[in-house]
């Protein structure tokens, strides 16, 4: 059965904006949490492309990764995800190819089919593109093949990208992506941060659909998971409030800026909208660190997941830090 300490943890950081704070003040936050984590022995550092939500500062998602991947040595950088319905693949592969090669060996390219924001906004991103979610299949395997060895018969090449081999993951919070993962042969990230309701379908349409392929030869499946740790119980559910009252938010359509904890969440929200958000957390690791251990085992022994990646949107910087520290404590037995 596997532990904690069996796998491996890494971050998805969206790169919160504070109430009283700028965008400039979150991405260097998002930087100094990089250093921080690769210091404690995380795998990964992911942030995801995310357009007009003023609570997120990871918009221009490629450029964030140039200056993570510079501010750091041993760490993987990436997107989880790249929303490619967005973006011409010919793009994405010359911007992650340009990263591969300057921190080769360090680079992530998570894709998603879901366009990150709301439909007014992604005809602002395209202009005259009709990129479309049924077009993500198709484009997956364009963006791979600029990625690749380049053949004699390839008249478009990327340059940078042409035979980088950037790995590309394929995330979702649906089956969809889940079956062309497994079809295509390549690591799966499973969106359990905020959909968990079709988490164990999902793994289980991915492993049964997965075709070993030169990326991959078994199966690879990563579980998003929310995380709060504190040092205590009671102080982890105060620093929580100010993750429900982002969520409440983003439920009511108001905005996504971060708000300082509260004693409590009474009054704040109706009872089918604590519901809701209690839903969205589902995995939510919320706790001291021996709480959470417990619910992580159980976590591992249901899905057999071959590494977790955590989101922490705390107010406070320090008490985001101190959060993953105790979570890295944890995996390191």
Not at 54 to 71: E, K
Not at 104 to 130: F, H, V
Request: aromatic share 8%; proline share 6%.
């Amino acid at each position: 059965m596997k532990r904690l300490s069996d796998i491996k943890i890494s971050a998805l950081d969206l790169v919160p904006v504070r109430a009283d704070k700028g965008p400039a003040h979150s991405l260097r936050n998002s930087l100094d949490l990089a250093q921080h984590l690769e210091k404690f022995g995380y795998n990964r550092f992911w942030v995801a492309e995310h357009h007009n939500m003023d609570g997120i500062a990871s918009s221009a998602t490629s450029v964030l990764l140039g200056y993570l991947a510079g501010g750091t040595s041993t760490i993987r950088v990436g997107s989880g995800g790249v929303m490619l319905p967005n973006h011409a693949p010919l793009v994405i592969a010359e911007q992650f190819g340009t990263l591969e090669s300057l921190y080769p060996g360090r680079i992530d390219l998570g894709l998603g089919r879901a366009p990150g924001s709301d439909q007014m906004t992604a005809r602002a991103l395209r202009r005259e593109r009709s990129g479309s979610a049924d077009d993500f299949p198709d484009d997956v395997l364009e963006l791979m093949s600029y990625l690749g060895p380049r053949t004699p018969e390839q008249k478009v090449i990327a340059v940078p990208g042409t035979g980088t081999h950037v790995p590309i993951w394929l995330l979702g919070s649906s089956l969809f992506s889940a079956q062309l993962a497994g079809m295509y042969g390549l690591p799966y990230a499973f969106a359990s941060h905020f959909a968990p309701r079709y988490m164990h379908e999902a793994i289980r349409v991915y492993r049964n659909h997965f075709k070993p392929s030169d990326v991959l030869d078994k199966p690879y499946v990563m579980l998003g998971v929310p995380l709060v740790a504190a040092d205590t119980d009671e102080q982890a559910d105060y620093l929580a409030t100010s993750v429900y009252q982002r969520i409440l938010n983003l439920m009511r359509g108001q905005s996504l800026v971060q708000q300082p904890p509260v004693e409590t969440m009474e009054g704040r929200w109706l009872p089918h909208e604590k519901a809701a958000v209690a839903d969205f957390l589902g995995l939510a690791m919320i706790g001291s660190p021996q709480k959470i251990r417990a619910k992580l085992d159980v976590l591992l022994e249901q899905t057999q997941a071959d590494e977790l990646i955590f989101t922490c949107d705390l107010y406070e910087h320090a008490d985001r830090l101190h959060s993953y520290e105790l979570l890295a404590q944890l995996a390191q037995g």
